[in-house]
């Protein structure tokens, strides 16, 4: 951060701070808020101190929506403009459309959820079930509701967001028999022409929305096809590697019950050894006794044989 009347805009200085604390994990994001607010003081920027100080500690599935806010950027405006055309698509397609796109909608919001936790386990922190499902309602509200949509796009969410329940997550609107609209009263014959061209102009914006939106399941669904694949691939690392493991741990187990028996056997032949040097010089001294004891005799037997002076 620069100082107040330094070149550069401490705003944007601010603002960057914000958004890198909010990717900091939250078990460290206190530490961290106060080491920049501490920053933010030492350089005079009272006002932006103020700020960072006033941030609130994010959810775990929160910081994981934001993580993945930061770290896809493309998927991130494919999703919100998706957004923007399903709620667009909600209000004027039939029941039988409802559905279809609902069912397309879970397919992204699966594959988006999947990223995330896969974001936040590379940052160190397990998603749970739990703060997954948070996360997958954080993603169906932006789908479902503008205002969700604007907070989430900030990067910034302290927890997670509810969708509204005037958007379903996954039924569409019972069909019933349908009713003729009021007959509208006669426009002016100079005003008919227009309003018909801005009724076609409505349709085709609303049905270029519908392609894009379309086209942007399909690449969520073909995203999340390789994503399970990738997982179904981890896991059969996974299983692997736990085989190779137990395998490992037997060859330890049987090479460390195979240095023990090696021990003992070094124990009893060193016993053996030690009882055979015994005897040997128990046998050594008997030698040296015998011989002593033969030589004495035989001087015996020569002072007894000279002859008497």
């Not at 929160?62 to 698509?89: D, H, M, T, V, Y």
């Not at 479902?144 to 989430?152: C, L, N, V």
């Not at 590697?241 to 490992?248: S, V, W």
């Amino acid at each position: 951060m620069q100082r107040k009347g330094g070149t550069g805009g401490a705003g944007h200085d601010v603002e960057t701070v914000l958004d890198e604390l909010y990717t900091t994990p939250p078990s460290d994001f206190v530490a961290r808020r106060e080491e920049l607010a501490a920053e933010a003081r030492a350089a005079d920027l009272v006002d932006e101190a103020r700020r960072i100080h006033a941030a609130r500690r994010p959810t775990l599935a929160a910081w994981a929506a934001n993580l993945l806010l930061r770290a896809q950027p493309e998927e991130r405006k494919s999703f919100l403009e998706l957004g923007r055309a399903l709620r667009e698509a909600y209000r004027t397609l039939d029941s039988d459309g409802i559905k279809g796109l609902s069912e397309q909608r879970r397919s992204i919001v699966s594959v988006l959820t999947l990223q995330a936790a896969r974001l936040a386990g590379e940052a160190g922190h397990r998603l749970s079930d739990t703060a997954q499902q948070d996360v997958a309602a954080t993603l169906r509200a932006v789908l479902a509701d503008q205002d969700a949509a604007d907070q989430w796009a900030t990067g910034r969410l302290e927890s997670g967001l509810d969708p509204p329940s005037a958007f379903p997550s996954g039924t569409a609107p019972a069909a019933g028999p349908a009713r003729k609209p009021p007959r509208p009263a006669a426009a002016p014959p100079s005003s008919r022409p227009r309003a018909k061209d801005e009724l076609a102009e409505s349709r085709r914006r609303r049905q270029v929305e519908l392609t894009q939106a379309k086209r942007t399941a399909k690449a969520a669904a073909r995203s999340l096809g390789k994503q399970r694949a990738a997982q179904a691939e981890a896991d059969t690392v996974l299983q692997q590697a736990r085989d190779q493991h137990e395998q490992a741990r037997r060859q330890v187990a049987a090479a460390e019950q195979q240095l023990q028996q090696a021990r003992e056997e070094l124990q009893r032949t060193a016993d053996q050894e030690q009882e055979a040097k015994d005897r040997r010089q128990a046998a050594a001294d008997a030698l040296d006794a015998a011989e002593q004891e033969a030589r004495e005799a035989e001087q015996e037997v020569e002072r007894l044989a000279a002859p008497v002076e």
